[in-house]
């Protein structure tokens, strides 16, 4: 068995007993432990700073300030937490302002159980869980991709490591003008760099039809 410290939540959520129902769900996992929990949006600001929590559960529709606002306030007072919005609500506009206020993943109480236990483990570690029947809707509630054919390949090269000056030399374009590209394709995923943008694109199933791109030419 691992001696590895369990990963401590924080469970914010409005309703009594789903929170209790969800801390004795979590509680019989070896590696979890539930050190708080919070009815509101103020009580989980105070018990953060409290408790120091690895990773906060914080559901969106709850009375007093909303999740999100929550979830914008607590980026304030702890820039580097790690939050996994739990989640009645499958609204993309819910989805997009909760990841746009920071949040590192989204899932639906619809989840079954081990991808709930999944999805923790993934938020504690650096990753970006999210409800797989939510990645597949919403590139489709916006009606279309947010990206352009082109950023949409320069997306791909990105997620290939390469350099603007190499996604410009690939696509014969100058170096200044992928630039613009890559900046585009962060600001419309509203990330902050190349590695937040494919994993966002991932979760968006930007990226899961891209597996193979033209050979690059090299210069003669």
Excluded at 122 to 130: I, K
Excluded at 174 to 201: N, Y
Aim: glycine letters at 8%; proline letters at 5%.
């Amino acid at each position: 068995m691992s001696t590895d410290r369990p990963i401590r939540l924080l469970l914010v959520d409005d309703h009594p007993v789903m929170r209790a129902g969800l801390a004795n769900l979590l509680c019989a996992e070896d590696d979890f432990q539930v050190v708080a929990q919070a009815d509101d949006g103020e009580s989980a600001l105070r018990l953060w700073q409290e408790q120091k929590p690895d990773v906060c559960l914080l559901d969106v529709t709850m009375h007093g300030i909303d999740g999100i606002e929550t979830l914008r306030r607590l980026r304030q007072i702890a820039p580097a937490a790690r939050v996994l919005m739990l989640t009645s609500s499958e609204s993309p506009e819910d989805v997009t302002q909760s990841m746009k206020a920071g949040a590192n993943g989204y899932i639906t109480k619809h989840v079954q159980h081990d991808e709930l236990v999944a999805a923790i483990r993934a938020v504690h570690s650096g990753g970006r869980p999210m409800s797989s029947d939510l990645a597949d809707a919403l590139p489709a509630a916006g009606g279309a991709s947010p990206l352009s054919p082109r950023e949409v390949e320069v997306l791909g090269l990105m997620r290939e490591g390469f350099t603007n000056a190499d996604i410009g030399r690939l696509l014969g374009i100058s170096a200044r003008t992928a630039k613009a590209h890559v900046e585009g394709v962060i600001e419309k995923l509203d990330v902050h760099d190349r590695t937040q943008a494919v994993a966002r694109a991932f979760d968006l199933g930007l990226l899961k039809a891209m597996t193979t791109r033209p050979t690059p030419r090299r210069p003669g």
